[in-house]
């Protein structure tokens, strides 16, 4: 049996050593390439070329969303398995109609993991029984209907956002961590059906949380 290529990508180091030191207890699996960033991951996986890249959902440049629909652009054999703290019913339709092939919460154990690489191996679809329902519910791709309104703590950062302040200026206002405020912002985006710090704007402007 021919060994199975991976790429690991996470922003976090020790997230990444952890992944990596579970998937190196299956001796036919080899991590041929790590990447700390969306767009690192992006160009480490069109020149290693992996059977499976497991993408952190949240990771600065460019999110896993972002990436996995790039990777699978330049490479649609290539299987994508998302690692993620959220399992909404707007992030699982994000991901099907991204293409990616199954997705772990980061709580999840590491026999998940383990399964979920199984399974994309074997071309097939993985996720948790717990997530299935929400695999059959249609997508809506209506950008006209927001999702329910904003936490308190979201509309400050679609505040400062609009501002044109980065994530890092954010955390420091905010007294939170950076990886927090880009948590923030990847679940606001879902939320509000936006694209773009732009449309977020357009958003807020058209709700009354910033004036025009």
């Known amino acids: ?8 990508a996470d ?39 992996p059977d499976v890249a497991i993408l ?18 330049n490479l649609p ?14 992030l699982i339709q994000e991901m099907r109609q991204a293409g990616v092939h199954g997705y772990v919460r980061k ?15 074997s071309n097939k679809p993985f996720y948790l029984p717990a997530m299935t329902p929400n695999m059959h519910r249609p997508l809506k791709r209506d950008r006209g ?5 904003l936490t308190t703590r979201q509309k400050e950062i679609v505040k400062l956002l609009a501002q044109g302040l980065h ?7 905010l007294g939170i961590s950076k990886k927090t405020v880009e948590v923030h912002r990847q679940n606001i985006l879902l939320r509000t059906n936006c694209r773009s710090s732009a449309d977020l704007v357009r958003y807020a402007i058209r709700n009354a949380i910033i004036e025009a």
Do not use: C, Y
């Open 1 to 8: 049996m021919s060994d199975v290529r991976l790429l690991v």
């Open 11 to 49: 922003d976090h180091d020790v997230l990444r050593r952890g992944v990596r030191a579970i998937l190196e207890e299956n001796p036919n699996w080899k991590i041929v390439a790590e990447a700390r960033d969306g767009q690192e991951a992006i160009e480490r996986a069109n020149e290693f070329k």
């Open 56 to 73: 952190d959902f949240s990771m600065p440049k460019r999110n896993g969303l972002e990436a996995a629909r790039e990777i699978l652009r």
């Open 77 to 90: 054999q290539t299987k994508i398995l998302i690692l993620t703290i959220h399992d909404s019913d707007v």
């Open 107 to 121: 709580h999840d154990s590491d026999r998940d993991l383990i399964s979920a690489i199984q399974a994309l191996v």
């Open 145 to 149: 209907r927001p999702q329910p309104g």
């Open 167 to 173: 994530s890092g200026k954010i955390a420091e206002m």
